[in-house]
């Protein structure tokens, strides 16, 4: 079956090594825990107001740095571990982390009172708590997750393609290392803008079940790099030199498309949440929807379509699963997949999240205004 499916080279692993590759991710958790807990950070205000004292959390910043050492120490291979190991045990780290994810999730679930949710599945699943924060909130789980995930995703990223090249040295797939810039710039993005993170769905909305445990920890950390496991293994797919400028500038300019849409709305939204009046980027004004005190931003990006950040994200995932240049290949498009499915059914979720928040009527009103979910024109 594996030798079928093009990822028995993952499998490779003697038995002490896939026990390693099990407690790989518990250790990763350990040490970036302690990363965030001991190295300095800004404290800034959320979005998220803490019901205790009806201000806003307050969280504790520090993911850049978090990230640039995790870099350091790998590359350089401080700790003793090959560059490749995160990529060849990234199988028994998918299980090893499922495991880990499970129980660090039961323990925050019901060790939290009871909520709305009287289902015990259910509640493990969505959890009860919003928000779970230690040491007067220096320790925040829900941005421990998205540095853990963020920087897993960069470093498995590159790890696989440090095997890749192990394996075929000059006959290199040129994609294989573009796929690890595209992750690797996506993360740092991330970190740059950290602050903009407090503003989103997650942190706004979700409760801290194993959703959002196995979610950002392990889909984010390992298994978003799903296409390397069968890409990693075929090597450059030999086109002409013209055909191959076109075809790696081409994924370039997409995804760089695709995240400046995505970027560019979230940041138009952070925008607005922060400082409502004022103009994005100097040249658009503000326009929205009053409902009661809260606003429903309708104009620029926001004024496109109710979600066009999922329409970026979809563009960037097309550049990824075009960059191999094996478009053929089933493995290619898993990711692509994926994140398209996921964001069209979140859509419609937002939506009914929306219609709560704001009152069915001016949600009625925002919809009749910007008339199209995620694709101007089409859907």
């Known amino acids: 079956m594996t030798e079928w499916l093009g990822i028995d080279h993952l499998l490779e692993l003697s038995g002490r090594e896939a026990i390693a590759g099990f407690f790989t991710p518990l250790i990763i958790f350990a040490v970036f825990f302690l990363a965030q807990l001991i190295l300095p950070g800004r404290r800034v205000p959320g979005y998220v107001v803490n019901p205790e004292t009806g201000e806003?959390?307050?969280?504790?910043?520090?993911?850049?740095?978090?990230?640039?050492?995790?870099?350091?120490?790998?590359?350089?291979?401080?700790?003793?571990?090959?560059?490749?190991?995160?990529?060849?045990?990234?199988?028994?780290?998918?299980?090893?982390?499922?495991?880990?994810?499970?129980?660090?999730?039961?323990?925050?679930?019901?060790?939290?009172?009871?909520?709305?949710?009287?289902?015990?599945?259910?509640?493990?699943?969505?959890?009860?708590?919003?928000?779970?924060?230690?040491?007067?909130?220096?320790?925040?789980?829900?941005?421990?997750?998205?540095?853990?995930?963020?920087?897993?995703?960069?470093?498995?990223?590159?790890?696989?393609?440090?095997y890749h090249y192990e394996r075929f040295g000059e006959d290199s797939n040129p994609g294989v290392f573009?796929?690890?810039?595209?992750?690797?710039?996506?993360?740092?993005?991330?970190?740059?803008?950290?602050?903009?993170?407090?503003?989103?769905?997650?942190?706004?909305?979700?409760?801290?079940?194993?959703?959002?445990?196995?979610?950002?920890?392990?889909?984010?950390?390992?298994?978003?790099?799903?296409?390397?496991?069968?890409?990693?293994?075929?090597?450059?797919?030999?086109?002409?030199?013209?055909?191959?400028?076109?075809?790696?500038?081409?994924?370039?300019?997409?995804?760089?498309?695709?995240?400046?849409?995505?970027?560019?709305?979230?940041?138009?939204?952070?925008?607005?949440?922060?400082?409502?009046d004022r103009k994005f980027l100097g040249l658009i004004e503000p326009e929205y929807i009053e409902a009661g005190d809260r606003k429903i931003l309708c104009s620029g990006l926001w004024g496109v379509a109710r979600h066009l950040n999922y329409m970026g994200e979809g563009f960037l995932c097309l550049s990824i699963a075009l960059v191999f240049g094996h478009f053929g290949n089933p493995w290619a498009w898993t990711y692509f997949i994926f994140i398209v499915t996921f964001f069209t059914?979140?859509?419609?979720?937002?939506?009914?999240?929306c219609a709560e928040k704001y009152g069915a009527e001016k949600w009625a009103e925002y919809q009749e205004r910007v008339k199209y979910r995620i694709f101007p024109g089409i859907y």
């Open 345 to 353: 059914f979140r859509q419609r979720f937002d939506e009914r999240q």
């Open 178 to 276: 573009l796929y690890a810039a595209f992750f690797t710039f996506y993360v740092l993005d991330y970190f740059i803008f950290e602050r903009v993170q407090l503003y989103t769905y997650d942190l706004i909305h979700e409760h801290v079940g194993f959703k959002l445990w196995w979610g950002g920890l392990v889909v984010y950390g390992w298994l978003f790099i799903l296409p390397l496991w069968g890409m990693a293994v075929h090597p450059d797919p030999g086109f002409s030199p013209a055909w191959t400028y076109f075809w790696l500038i081409g994924s370039t300019a997409l995804f760089l498309f695709g995240w400046s849409i995505s970027r560019g709305a979230n940041m138009q939204k952070y925008t607005f949440k922060r400082w409502p």
């Open 56 to 162: 806003p959390r307050n969280y504790r910043l520090n993911g850049l740095l978090v990230f640039a050492i995790a870099q350091i120490v790998w590359a350089f291979e401080l700790t003793g571990m090959p560059r490749d190991w995160f990529y060849r045990s990234s199988i028994y780290a998918v299980a090893g982390g499922t495991v880990f994810a499970t129980i660090f999730a039961i323990l925050a679930v019901f060790s939290q009172p009871r909520g709305k949710i009287k289902n015990p599945w259910l509640a493990l699943w969505e959890g009860r708590a919003q928000e779970l924060s230690f040491f007067n909130e220096r320790f925040d789980v829900k941005m421990w997750f998205y540095v853990v995930g963020g920087t897993m995703l960069s470093l498995n990223a590159l790890s696989g393609a440090v």
